[in-house]
Every structure is written in structure tokens, then in C-alpha cells.
């Protein structure tokens, strides 16, 4: 499988920027779309994406073994609730929203305008092609923006999909799609874009607001990192293992929500590894390398990475439960449960992205939070408990980008939630109103419609003005 990759070549710097002035040149066209005119692109979008579904669902299992099934759950299902959410709401977004005016300003009305940003740039990752493409793609074209859209290169099948599809319902002075590797996204970082909406890595995260830095560009990181679960005493120990096993395993573990190392409380961990053992046999047979539904490591090098994390924690002294078995012809690594994991290791010091669980046992609950506070804030953190006391002490005394309850990961599809990080995990939200939010300035409007009060206090200053100032500090 992994000899088959084939990179996409690098855009030219020269055609990068053709597109981009064409975009420039055809923005405010596009800002001064109508709600009806937004609606009905977001429509072609969603006819766009059931018509091609088929050839989405073919082009990530050759980039690595996705189930259809999956695509769909986790692809298509999210795009498609993302543009009829989108599609219901625009037109209230978009409409002018009064406010009030002090009373010192009286003669004045005031009102929000959210204007788009511009021509902006999204930059996509590989461990969900479509839905984290087309998911931000939504909010852009609500907000009334161009857009360039650069998907990865280690998913090179989808990538070609969306420029073909795209290019099929919009010219690219709206819409572009523009493939290549890391030299075409530096080319690209380079140009002064109005907005940058970035998912992927802390690390490339932070070269990317570098680079927004030079332009003053304004910028949406969705980034990731270790996404702590605690289960406590009260928890149903056969529901939390069931959605902790899928939400770590489901994607082969490539999901920037996933459960990355999770604390159940001493009583129930054993219970808690053997019931994950039995999911992980429920969902993907005795031998996952067999199983349709089970994914593979997107490439040989991240295969590579996550079979080295392994073999650190072992080298290290941890025990493997379940799984750690691996096929590098298949970029195939067993759904893994890992114990005794030192907290030094690979494992436990960088984000796992794969299919590997470090589980602790704890009695002290405030132990717990202190070790998840000595990390960078997650994107995400689950708490399985029927103690409300208890949840409601995790979610005051720790950070997150986001937080389920009783369950993980699913929170992402709730297209009424802000969906992004917070410091290390991102910076900025997503989805419905929130992304709509990101690609649009909210611009403030004041209209004087008779002189007011404040007009009497222009210079020259004297006692008299003084004393309405005095008085307009203490009233007004």
C-alpha cells in the first residue's frame, strides 16, 4: 500500500499567484452576494458532494483502507449537517444587528455589519480529507469570501477528487483548489491573505501564524494534542469502554478528538481493559488486519512514527494489554491497549495520532487534574461519571477546547457548538455561527442622525465644558 503514494506536484509560484490576484481582483463580487445567492451556492456544494459521493468514498480507501461506511459517518455526514445548518441560518447572520446607543450619544443609532474578510486561504489536513476541507469551505462561502483551498498531500486521491470537484460549480477567481506539498503551502503563505483557516499540528500551527504574522493576516488554528479521558467510580464501565474504543480506533486513531491516554478510577480499570478488549473484538474481529471496517496508517512514515512510540514504551518498561501488532507492508498497527506506560516515553510526551491507548488507574481524582494541568490545553476532554460533583470539579479546575460528557468526540457534530482549541490546541472556532464568525469581520456602524450632547464639549475647553464633562463621567 504505502508504495503506491504518489505526492501531488508543486504548483508553480507564478500560477499561486495568478489565482490569488484573480480572487482579489473579483472579491467584493462575491462580498456583495445576497443570503438567496449564498443559499443557493450552498446547495450546488451539497448536490456537489451526494453526486460525487461514491468517488469520495473510493478515493479515501485508496489513500488508506477507509470503510465506506465510515466515510460516510465521518466525511460525508459532516459536510452534508454542516451546509443545511449553514444554509437555514445565513440569512439571519448576515442581516444588519442593531444595538444600543449610550445615552451620551443620544441623536445616533448604532448597528453590526459582518462583512467578509476577504480572499482567504484554508489549509486542510489528511486524517479527514473531506469533512475538514469542506467543513470550513462552508463557513468561507457563507461569510461571502474567495477562497483557496490547499488540501494535503498525503492523501493525494482526495485531494484530486476536490479539485475536479470543485472545479465543476466554481470558477477558481471564487473558488480554487491548489495541490502540492510543502513547498507549494509556503509559496502560499507567503501571499497576504485576509484570513488563514489552518487544521493540523501545534507545531506547523505555529509556522503558519508565523508566517500570518508578516501580513497582520488573521488566523483559525485548529491543532490538536493530548485529549486526556477520566472515568471515575460511578461510570458505566461497559458504555465507556465501548465509545472510549470506538472513539480512539475509529479512523485508525487519526482524529485530532481522540482519546489519547485515559485515567479510570483503581476499581475499575481492569474492568474497564477487559471490556475494551471486547469492543476491539466486536469491532474489528480477532485479526483487524482481516477486517474492512478497521482504516490503515495514513502513510509508511506515520506508521513508522507510532510503531516507534510503541516501542519506546516498551523499551521503557510498559506492557501491551492488547494488540501491538504491526505490518509495515500494510501500514497495519493493531488496535493497542498499553498499562504501565512511563510517563517519559513518546507515548505520553507527544500527540499518539494512531490507534495505541495508555491507560492509568487513580484513587486521588485531584491528582488526575494536576497531571492534565502540567500539560498544554487539549482540544478536547471526556469525563465518564454519574457524580455530578465530580464533573462539574474536572471542568473548573481544567482547560479545554471542548468537553463531553458520558461520551468522546461527538461534541464535533453538534453544528451549534464552537468547535476549536485553546493556546496549544488552537486558536479560534469553527463550525455553524462560530465559523461563519471566523471568515467575517464584524464591522461596527454608528450613523449620526441630529447633533448630540458630546458636540457642546469640543475645544475650546473651559470651566463651563469642564463641569459637563464632570457631569457626563458621572451620569452618562
Known amino acids: 500500500m504505502n508504495a503506491t503514494l504518489t505526492i501531488p506536484k508543486e504548483t ?179 501571499l497576504p491573505f485576509n484570513h488563514i483557516f489552518f487544521t493540523g499540528a501545534p507545531s506547523i500551527g505555529k509556522i503558519v501564524m508565523g508566517a500570518a504574522a508578516k501580513h497582520l493576516t488573521s488566523v483559525t488554528l485548529e491543532l490538536g494534542g493530548k485529549s486526556p479521558t477520566i472515568i471515575d467510580e460511578t461510570a458505566n464501565v461497559n458504555d465507556a469502554a465501548r465509545r472510549v474504543a470506538w472513539g480512539k480506533y475509529v479512523n485508525n486513531g487519526q482524529v485530532c478528538i481522540a482519546p489519547d491516554y485515559v485515567f479510570v ?99 486521588d481524582l485531584n491528582e488526575v487534574i494536576k497531571e492534565v494541568n502540567s500539560r498544554e490545553k487539549p482540544l478536547a476532554l471526556y469525563i465518564y461519571s454519574k457524580n455530578k460533583k465530580n464533573i462539574n470539579h474536572i471542568i473548573a479546575n481544567t482547560r479545554a477546547g471542548g468537553t463531553c460528557i458520558n461520551h468522546n468526540a461527538v461534541h464535533f457534530f453538534n453544528t451549534n457548538l464552537p468547535f476549536g482549541g485553546s493556546n496549544n490546541s488552537g486558536i479560534g472556532k469553527g463550525h455553524g455561527f462560530y465559523g461563519f464568525e471566523a471568515f467575517s469581520n464584524p464591522r461596527g456602524i454608528l450613523k449620526q442622525h441630529i447633533p448630540n450632547a458630546l458636540e457642546k464639549l469640543l475645544p475650546p475647553y473651559n470651566n463651563t465644558k469642564q463641569k459637563l464633562i464632570d457631569l457626563t463621567i458621572k451620569y452618562f
Open 12 to 190: 508553480e509560484t507564478a500560477e499561486i499567484q495568478r489565482i490569488f490576484e484573480a480572487q482579489q481582483a473579483n472579491q467584493f463580487n462575491i462580498a456583495n452576494t445576497t443570503s438567496s445567492q449564498r443559499i443557493a451556492k450552498l446547495k450546488k456544494l451539497h448536490q456537489l458532494v451526494l453526486k460525487y459521493r461514491s468517488q469520495i468514498k473510493e478515493a479515501l480507501f485508496n489513500d488508506y483502507r477507509k470503510h465506506p461506511s465510515e466515510v460516510d459517518l465521518t466525511e460525508i455526514y459532516p459536510i452534508t449537517s454542516e451546509i443545511k445548518h449553514a444554509k437555514s441560518h445565513v440569512h439571519r447572520w448576515m442581516r444588519k444587528q442593531r444595538v444600543k446607543t449610550p445615552l451620551a450619544m443620544m441623536g445616533s443609532s448604532s448597528r453590526i455589519k459582518y462583512e467578509p474578510k476577504g480572499v482567504v486561504l484554508i489549509i486542510s489536513p489528511w486524517n479527514f480529507p473531506f469533512n475538514l476541507s469542506f467543513g470550513p469551505l462552508v463557513s468561507a462561502i457563507a461569510a461571502g469570501n474567495a477562497i483557496i483551498l490547499k488540501p494535503s498531500e498525503h492523501t493525494p486521491n482526495a485531494s484530486a477528487l476536490m479539485k475536479e470537484m470543485l472545479a465543476e460549480i466554481f470558477d477558481e477567481s471564487e473558488i480554487a483548489v491548489i495541490e502540492g506539498g510543502v513547498q507549494t503551502s509556503t509559496d502560499l503563505l507567503k
Open 265 to 363: 478510577h483503581e476499581s475499575k480499570k481492569q474492568a474497564f481493559i477487559d471490556k475494551v478488549k471486547e469492543y476491539i473484538q466486536s469491532f474489528y474481529s480477532e485479526d483487524a488486519s482481516k477486517e474492512t471496517s478497521y482504516a490503515r496508517i495514513v502513510n509508511n512514515h506515520h506508521f513508522k512514527r507510532v510503531k516507534g512510540y510503541i516501542d519506546d514504551a516498551v523499551a521503557k518498561g510498559a506492557n501491551i494489554e492488547a494488540g501491538g501488532k504491526f505490518d509495515n507492508d500494510q501500514d497495519f498497527i493493531a488496535p493497542t491497549v498499553m498499562t504501565n506506560v512511563p510517563k517519559e516515553s513518546t507515548l505520553m510526551t507527544e500527540e499518539i495520532f494512531g490507534p495505541v491507548m495508555p491507560v492509568y488507574g487513580f484513587t
